[in-house]
C-alpha cells in the first residue's frame, strides 16, 4: 500500500546525501593532486601560490585564502602577505606589512610544533584586545590558521578568512587545508633547495639526491592519492548499489521499482505500450517467522527471491517491496500473459519446499495483478490498485491470483479501505481524529461517589464536514496495522485535553485532582504492543494526570487471545492506579474462569443481550447471571446499549450497577 506522500518520501533517499558527501571527497583530493602535480611540474612558488589559493577558497567557499611570510630575522613579529584569492567584497592584503608584537617566538614554537589556530568568530574565541583589533584590520570574522614549514623553520601560515559573519569548521575542512599546507612546505623546502642549487654549485649532487627522493615520495603519494580516488569511486558504487536494491534478496528495493514504474509509465502514454505489475504477499510465512525465528524467515525470503527470478523473462523485473511482499513488472505485456505468468509462479511457490534444520514448510503466495496503460494515472494508483487486488486473493483464501477489472466491486471496497487508510494516516499526523465522551452513570442511589465516569469515543473528520463512525475506519486501521497508533493517540490526546480542562493548582504541583473517570479502550495489537507500558506511564508523566482518572477497556475476545500480555498489562498499569474493565463481555470465548485470571475492575455486559433484555427471557437470564457471578468475583457490571427507561428499569431490577446508551446519554465531543 502506497501514497504519494511515501513516494516524495522515498525520492528523498539518504544515499543522495552519501554521494554528496563522496563528490566533496573527490573534489579535495583532486586539488591535492593538482598541487602536488604542479610542485612535480616545478611551477615558481609564486605561481604555486596564485593557483593553491584560488583552489582553496572556491572548495572551502570562503571569503579570502592568503599567504603570510615571515621577513627572516624578523623574530616571527614582521612579515607581509605574498598571494592570496579573495572575494571582490572584501580588501586585498596582498603586499600589506603585518607588525605583530604579541605573537614572537614563544608562539611560533608552538606552531613549528603543529599547532593550528580555528577560530570560528573572533569575538566569541578569547583572543586578546591586540589580535582581535589587528583581524578586525582585515575584515576577518573567523580564520583557520595552519603553520607553512621549511624544513623545521616555521616559513608563515596558510590563513583562510571568513569576513562576513562567523563559520564553524568542520574537521576536514581542516583536514584538508592542513595537507595543502603539508604539499606546500615541501615545495618550500624543493624551492630552497634549488636556491641553494643557484648559489652553492659544491651541493648541487646532494641537493639533486634530495629532489629525486622527493620526486619519489610525490610519485608514491599521487599513488596513493590515484588509489584513494579508486576507492571513492568503488565506494560510491557501492552506495548506489544499496540505495536501489534490498540486500537480503539482491532484488532491487521499493523505491527503485517505483523509478521503473515511473518510466513504464510514460512509455504507456507516450507509445500506447502495456505493462503488468503484479503484488505478491507470501501465505503462511508468519508460520514460518514465529516458529523457527527470523533467520529461518530471512533465508525463505531470499530463497522465494531466487525463485521469483529463475521464473521471469530477462526483460521482466522483481523487487521486494518490504517484509513478506514481492512486485513483478512485467515488459510491454499483456493482461492475459502476465496471468499465466504469474499463475505458473504461483504454482512454483506452492510445490516449493523450505527446509530449515529438521523443519520442512510449505508456503503460498497471494498475487494482485493490475495492467499499466494510457489509461494508468499514476504509480501511486498502479501500485495501490495492484495491492488491493493482492489482499482480495488472501481473503479469498489465498495461494490464488486476483486480476484487477474496472467493475471489481470487491476490490472496490478494498480500494475505499485503503483510502480510509490514507486519510488515517493523515489524521494522525494533522489531529484530524475527534475525541466523544458518553455518560457511564450508576444505575441507583447505592453508588453514592461524585466521581463521574465516561467513556472515550473516537470520530474520523473526513475533510468535507463529515464525521466517520469507528464502524467504518477502524477495520482499515487494523487491515493496514495503524489501530496501535491510533490508541496511542487517543491515550494522549484524552490527557493532553484533561490537563487543559483542570489546571495545576498551588496544592497540587505533582498531579492534577480530576473529579471523574474517564475510559479508554485498547485493541488486541495495543495488547501485543511491549513499549505501550512505557509510553502510558511517559504520558501520565508529561501531562501530570492521576492515574485514577483512567480506566482502560479491553474486549474479552482480545484478552482472551493475548492472556499472558493483557494480565502483564492490566497488573502493570493497576499498580499505578489505573483500573480496567473488560468490554463485549458475553459476544466472545466466554468463561467465568478467565475472570479469575483477569484482574479487571468492571464487566461490560455486551448490549446484544441488554438491547432484547425486556423481551427476551433467555437475554435476561444470561444477563442477570453474568450480573451475579461478577459481583461474586467484586467485579463492577456496567450494562450497554440502554435505550429506554423499560430497559433501565429491567437491569436495575437485576442489580446491575452501572449503564450506558441513548438512553442515559448521547456522545458529545470532548472540546
Known amino acids: 500500500m502506497t ?5 516524495s518520501n522515498l525520492s528523498k533517499n539518504p544515499a543522495n546525501q552519501v554521494l554528496a558527501t563522496v563528490r566533496s571527497q573527490l573534489a579535495r583530493q583532486k586539488a591535492l593532486a593538482q598541487v602536488i602535480t604542479r610542485i612535480g611540474e616545478k611551477l615558481e612558488l609564486n605561481s604555486l601560490f596564485e593557483s593553491t589559493t584560488t583552489e582553496v577558497r572556491q572548495l572551502l567557499q570562503v571569503d579570502r585564502v592568503a599567504i603570510f611570510r615571515f621577513y627572516p630575522d624578523s623574530n616571527w613579529n614582521q612579515g607581509e602577505f605574498v598571494a592570496e584569492h ?13 607588525n605583530d608584537h604579541c605573537f614572537g617566538e614563544q608562539y611560533a614554537v608552538h606552531y613549528a610544533q603543529g599547532r593550528i589556530q ?41 590563513c583562510i578568512h571568513h569576513c562576513l559573519e562567523p563559520r564553524h569548521w568542520q574537521e576536514t575542512d581542516i583536514e584538508f587545508v592542513t595537507e595543502i599546507a603539508n604539499y606546500l612546505g615541501v615545495a618550500l623546502q624543493r624551492a630552497e633547495l634549488i636556491a641553494a642549487l643557484r648559489t652553492e654549485v659544491k651541493e648541487r649532487q646532494s641537493a639533486e639526491r634530495a629532489l629525486t627522493k622527493q620526486n619519489k615520495q610525490l610519485e608514491e603519494t599521487i599513488q596513493k592519492l590515484q588509489e584513494a580516488n579508486q576507492q571513492l569511486i568503488d565506494t560510491q558504487q557501492i552506495y548506489q548499489w544499496q540505495a536501489t536494491h534490498d540486500a537480503l534478496t539482491e532484488l532491487i528495493n521499493r523505491w527503485e521499482f517505483e523509478q521503473y514504474l515511473e518510466g513504464v509509465l510514460k512509455a504507456a502514454k507516450t507509445h500506447q505500450r502495456k505493462y503488468v505489475v503484479a503484488y505478491l504477499d507470501l501465505d503462511k510465512f508468519k508460520i514460518v517467522n514465529d516458529s523457527c525465528g527470523h533467520a529461518a524467515g530471512d533465508e525463505l525470503l ?17 523487487a521486494r517491496l518490504g517484509g513478506d511482499e514481492f512486485a513483478i513488472l512485467f515488459d510491454q505485456c499483456s493482461l492475459e500473459q502476465a496471468t499465466q505468468a504469474t499463475q505458473r509462479l504461483c504454482e512454483a511457490i506452492e510445490v516449493f519446499r523450505f527446509v530449515w534444520e529438521d523443519n520442512v514448510f510449505g508456503i503460498g503466495v497471494s498475487i494482485g495483478v493490475s495492467l499499466i496503460d494510457e489509461k494508468t494515472s499514476s504509480v501511486a494508483s ?41 486519510q488515517i494516516r493523515k489524521a494522525l499526523e494533522e489531529n484530524c481524529f475527534q475525541l466523544y465522551y458518553q455518560s457511564i452513570a450508576p444505575v441507583d442511589c447505592k453508588h453514592t461517589s461524585t466521581n463521574r465516569k465516561f467513556e472515550i469515543l473516537l470520530r474520523l473528520d473526513d475533510g468535507c464536514g463529515e464525521v466517520v463512525s469507528p ?15 491510533v490508541d496511542r493517540w487517543v491515550i494522549s490526546s484524552l490527557l493532553d485535553s484533561l490537563k487543559e480542562k483542570y489546571p495545576l493548582t498551588e496544592n497540587s504541583c505533582q498531579s492534577r485532582k480530576i473529579p471523574n473517570q474517564y475510559a479508554v479502550n485498547l485493541s488486541g495489537v495495543s495488547l501485543n504492543d511491549e513499549d505501550l507500558i512505557d509510553f502510558v506511564y511517559k504520558q501520565f508523566e508529561i501531562y501530570k494526570i492521576p492515574p485514577t482518572a483512567i480506566c482502560f477497556e479491553v474486549t474479552e475476545t482480545a484478552a482472551i487471545y493475548n492472556l499472558s500480555k493483557a494480565v502483564q498489562l492490566i497488573n502493570s498499569l493497576r499498580s499505578l492506579g489505573c483500573q480496567f474493565a473488560l468490554d463485549d463481555f458475553g459476544t466472545g470465548m466466554s468463561s467465568f474462569e478467565y475472570l479469575k485470571i483477569l484482574p479487571v475492575d468492571y464487566l461490560k455486559i455486551d448490549g446484544s443481550f441488554i438491547k432484547n433484555l425486556v423481551s427476551d427471557p433467555v437475554s435476561c437470564a444470561i444477563t442477570e447471571s453474568i450480573n451475579n457471578i461478577a459481583h461474586l468475583m467484586e467485579v463492577q457490571t456496567i450494562a450497554e446499549y440502554v435505550e429506554d427507561s423499560s430497559t433501565l428499569t429491567q437491569i436495575s431490577q437485576l442489580d446491575v450497577d452501572y449503564a450506558q446508551g441513548y438512553g442515559i446519554d448521547k456522545p458529545s465531543p470532548l472540546r
Request: aromatic residues 8%; charged residues 15%.
Open 118 to 158: 580555528a577560530v570560528g568568530d573572533i569575538y566569541e574565541a578569547g583572543l586578546s584586545d591586540c589580535h582581535i583589533e589587528l583581524l578586525a584590520k582585515f575584515q576577518v570574522r573567523a580564520n583557520l590558521i595552519v603553520p607553512l614549514m621549511q624544513n623545521e623553520y616555521l616559513w608563515g601560515f596558510l
Open 86 to 98: 579573495v572575494h571582490p567584497d572584501f580588501n586585498s592584503v596582498v603586499g600589506q606589512t603585518l
Open 471 to 485: 464502524g467504518v475506519f477502524i477495520p482499515a486501521a487494523e487491515r493496514y496495522s495503524l489501530m496501535h497508533l
Open 302 to 318: 531470499r530463497q522465494v527471491g531466487i525463485l521469483l527470478q529463475s521464473n521471469l523473462r530477462k526483460t521482466d523485473v522483481a
Open 382 to 422: 498502479s501500485l495501490c490498485v495492484a495491492d488491493a487486488a493482492c489482499y482480495a486473493a488472501k481473503r479469498q483464501g489465498g495461494n490464488r491470483i486476483h486480476v484487477y477489472q474496472a467493475d471489481d466491486n470487491e476490490l472496490t471496497v478494498q480500494l475505499n479501505e485503503m483510502q480510509l487508510a490514507m
Open 3 to 7: 501514497n504519494q506522500t511515501e513516494v
